[in-house]
């Protein structure tokens, strides 16, 4: 039905910066919120960034001022500009949508995941 595939993850040493990027696609009519969450080793997973259909965004107090969420509902794709990164950055990112089907209903969608490594 909807896919989303994530690209941008890798190596990078702190104070680097990295862009993740997602794309959906499949029966869709629309998409609601889009957001990115990591999973730490041997943590829970946690939320990163949020943006809204309408564009308003939220962020982890950890990421704030670091992270920028994007979307293009033209092309049904979130980024997630990341500079400053930290080696606590360190983690598997994960897309997450909302996503309303051609059918009308609604179901949600994660990605395959792509890990950020950020050490030296």
């Known amino acids: 039905q909807v896919q989303l595939v994530e690209s941008g993850g890798g190596l990078v040493e702190p104070g680097g910066s990295l862009r993740l990027s997602c794309a959906a696609s499949?029966?869709?009519?629309?998409?609601?919120?889009m957001g990115w969450y990591r999973q730490a080793p041997g943590k829970q997973r946690e939320l990163v960034a949020i943006?809204?259909?309408?564009?308003?965004?939220k962020y982890a107090d950890s990421v704030k001022g670091r992270f920028t969420i994007s979307r293009d509902n033209a092309k049904n794709t979130v980024c997630l500009q990341m500079n400053s990164l930290k080696p606590e950055d360190t983690a598997v990112y994960y897309c997450?949508?909302?996503?309303?089907?051609?059918?009308?209903?609604?179901?949600?969608?994660w990605g395959q995941g792509t890990l950020v490594t950020v050490s030296s």
């Open positions: 943006i809204s259909s309408g564009d308003n965004t």
């Open positions: 499949g029966s869709i009519f629309s998409i609601d919120a």
């Open positions: 997450n949508a909302i996503v309303q089907l051609v059918t009308m209903s609604f179901v949600e969608r």
